[in-house]
């Protein structure tokens, strides 16, 4: 966000002055109180704090969330974007955020021990959100939008400028080649299916951002 805001001192402007009902400043205060509670996280544990570990763990959860999804609120607010209007971008952004979670780890489980359960329990998770955004992209996708601006925002990305960065990388790359690779078992296929699982996030949301950026606002 400080780099979106290019100076530092933007983002103070942000926290110090705030208007309450923007959600750029509801995520300003989002992230830093998400920051906050990691940072706690890890001195209490460091510390051997365990009351004070499981409050800034189950806080930290409740604002991971917060953060997951506040920009599809913020993106609502830029009414002159149809498409950033579809009630599912949140839900669409939280899946995202269950995705880069167990894809990430699974990257890290190459190099760190983790119990065996975990591996189970990151792979579950994977797949059965690779298989939740697949709904929620058709739902978003398929579901008549009612404006012609958003129409032509579709248009651009199942059949124009973006299709083929859409069904090959994202979809194909991004979701459909990770459930194979899931499906096989393995250290080593499963974090080239996390690997693959976060270049059809960057990939998703490049093309969320950019395609309703295209279309003319006059």
């Not at 950033?84 to 190099?111: D, E, I, K, Y």
Request: net charge positive.
């Amino acid at each position: 966000l400080v780099k979106d805001l290019d100076q530092a001192k933007r983002f103070a402007y942000v926290l110090l002055r705030p208007q309450w009902k923007s959600w750029l400043v509801k995520g300003g205060y989002a992230l830093t109180i998400f920051g906050g509670l990691l940072t706690l996280w890890a001195v209490s544990k460091i510390l051997a704090w365990p009351n004070l570990e499981l409050l800034a763990l189950w806080g930290g959860a409740i604002f991971a969330i917060i953060t997951a999804v506040y920009t599809a609120f913020l993106f609502a607010q830029a009414k002159g974007r149809d498409f950033w209007q579809s009630p599912t971008l949140p839900l669409h952004m939280l899946v995202h955020a269950f995705m880069a979670g167990a894809a990430s780890l699974g990257l890290c489980a190459l190099f760190l021990e983790l119990p065996e359960q975990w591996h189970s329990y990151l792979q579950t998770t994977l797949y059965v959100s690779i298989v939740l955004n697949l709904l929620v992209l058709t739902a978003e996708l398929m579901t008549p939008h009612p404006t012609a601006d958003a129409k032509a925002t579709l248009h651009m990305i199942i059949s124009g400028r973006f299709a083929k960065t859409f069904w090959l990388g994202a979809m194909f790359c991004g979701n459909a080649l990770p459930l194979i690779l899931i499906g096989f078992g393995g250290p080593v296929l499963f974090a080239l299916a996390g690997g693959l699982v976060l270049l059809g996030i960057y990939l998703t949301e490049h093309i969320w951002v950019r395609a309703p950026q295209l279309i003319p606002l006059s």
